[in-house]
């Protein structure tokens, strides 16, 4: 039995290992304006500056919490720690946009090995099931605050050093959680009957990266026709010869039988919403606050935290409630909320800024409750020896949700805004291509400045509503999986319901 004080010791080294990923989600989003200058990116290499993180951490994911499962937590924890530290610095003095992607995707490799480690160290760490629920809600609720002052950060940084300086502040907290391995962690339980499948991980890959490329290829105007067919043909034989091997494989990175328990795809589909939601949101408004009403990186950043700490308390709160109130009514209800906030936030964003914010904390109160729980019921319904697995697939929604918002909501804004706005006579057909480009071009074109940004708020409202419908969708179809799942009822009960 680990001591207590031991226990909350780790969860508070693995916490930071987690605030450092999911920081490193949302922290280009008050930077990318400034990268997209210096840098000289273009629209497509901008959110490959953004997407190669996500998309390779999704892809090694399922593969590393297996690995974990094999070799021991504390072993993949530390290597992850160890190399998220040198793709950092990389990343900090990359002379080019080509060496920024390369390195975010390293940067990914480190993240994907240490992240459902964090997870599998919890489950295996706090044997009691209150103390087990109030350590997930924890780690949960630093998940969403990082992703959430991940923005904050990005432009409180900006406005004194670099943009490298966003991926500089990475390397000490590396270093100090790295010695806090040394100090405390448990022995690592290695399990030698698992294997670790590489095809299968570079199938989930290839197939993720198509679905990305489709996406955004989709939402590009005009579409390359050729490159979608290529695209969505990729992705189906990737995800289909997946499927296939997972069946056929004696341990595999993914066993779907999992999925047969109503709680554990519940838990899977809001922790891809809960990021889907927070992603899409935070990228747009602190575009749209930078671009139209020229806030500062900080400043757009401070209002869209307005979401983090709307959710701390309740993340914090679900967590040591759950046994009382059960899943469906803080996952359901959380949703219902979080889809009120965000209608709240697509009538207000014009409003004064205090009638905003309050529309974004509630949108972050709905999402608080959310993810408190969502890791419970993912990891509370697996059997310990398949922590590592349970932990990468939570990992995995939750990235896919995140990597789905940029790609996605990224794309279609980039759409509705290139679609309603008219160019004046002579104006390059480049200047179309988002409201950074048009104000690039404008040359001080007042008339057309603010054609631009009307164009710009029309794009906004339209991806507001589409983010509160999927929402919407998600709180019903949550409902109906936690039916069994009221007050009084264990999060890990009704396994194959």
Do not use: C
């Amino acid at each position: 039995m680990i001591s207590p004080a031991r226990r909350w010791s780790l969860l508070a080294v693995v916490s930071s290992a987690l605030l450092l990923i999911a920081l490193d989600n949302t922290v280009l989003y008050t930077a990318l304006p400034t990268l997209i200058e210096e840098l000289g990116a273009s629209t497509s290499q901008s959110l490959w500056i953004m997407n190669a993180y996500p998309v390779v951490m999704a892809g090694l994911l399922l593969g590393a919490g297996t690995l974990g499962d094999r070799l021991g937590h504390v072993l993949m924890f530390r290597i992850g720690l160890t190399v998220f530290g040198v793709a950092s610095l990389v990343a900090a003095y990359a002379p080019s946009t080509g060496v920024l992607i390369g390195a975010r995707a390293f940067l990914a490799v480190g993240a994907a090995s240490m992240m459902p480690a964090t997870l599998a160290l919890i489950r295996v760490t706090f044997e009691d099931v209150r103390e087990r629920n109030l350590a997930i809600a924890v780690w949960g609720s630093v998940a969403v605050v990082g992703a959430a002052i991940g923005p904050i950060i990005g432009g409180a940084l900006l406005e004194v050093f670099w943009w490298g300086s966003v991926f500089l502040i990475n390397v000490p907290v590396v270093v100090i959680a790295l010695i806090g391995t040394f100090l405390i962690a448990p022995p690592d339980r290695t399990d030698e009957r698992q294997t670790w499948d590489l095809t299968s991980s570079l199938l989930a890959m290839a197939g993720l990266v198509s679905v990305v490329i489709a996406i955004k290829e989709f939402a590009s105007l005009p579409p390359s026709w050729p490159i979608v067919g290529i695209a969505v043909t990729v992705a189906v034989v990737s995800l289909t010869l997946f499927t296939r091997r997972q069946l056929r494989l004696a341990h595999p990175l993914l066993d779907f039988a999992i999925f047969r328990n109503n709680a554990f795809s519940a838990g899977v589909l809001a922790a891809a919403l809960t990021m889907f939601v927070l992603g899409g949101l935070q990228l747009v408004t602190t575009q749209r606050f930078q671009l139209v009403e020229e806030f500062t990186p900080l400043q757009s950043g401070l209002l869209v935290t307005a979401a983090a700490l709307g959710s701390a308390p309740t993340a914090l709160l679900a967590g040591g409630f759950l046994h009382r109130v059960g899943l469906r009514l803080l996952i359901a209800g959380g949703l219902v909320v979080t889809t009120i906030g965000v209608v709240l936030a697509a009538t207000t964003f014009t409003a004064p800024i205090p009638v905003f914010v309050i529309a974004l904390a509630v949108t972050g109160l709905g999402l608080g409750a959310v993810m408190g729980v969502a890791s419970t019921a993912i990891v509370g319904n697996a059997p310990a020896h398949r922590a590592g697995m349970a932990s990468s697939v939570e990992e995995v929604s939750y990235e896919f949700g995140n990597l789905t918002a940029v790609a996605f909501i990224g794309s279609l804004v980039a759409l509705v805004y290139t679609a309603t706005l008219t160019l004046p006579a002579g104006a390059p057909p480049e200047a179309g291509d988002s409201l950074a480009t048009t104000l690039l071009y404008a040359n001080g074109d007042s008339d057309l400045i603010e054609t631009a940004r009307a164009a710009f708020d029309h794009a906004y409202l339209v991806v507001m509503i589409v983010i509160a419908v999927v929402t919407a969708l998600g709180a019903g179809a949550s409902r109906y999986l936690l039916r069994h799942h009221g007050a009084g009822v264990p999060a890990s009960a009704h396994p194959h319901h």
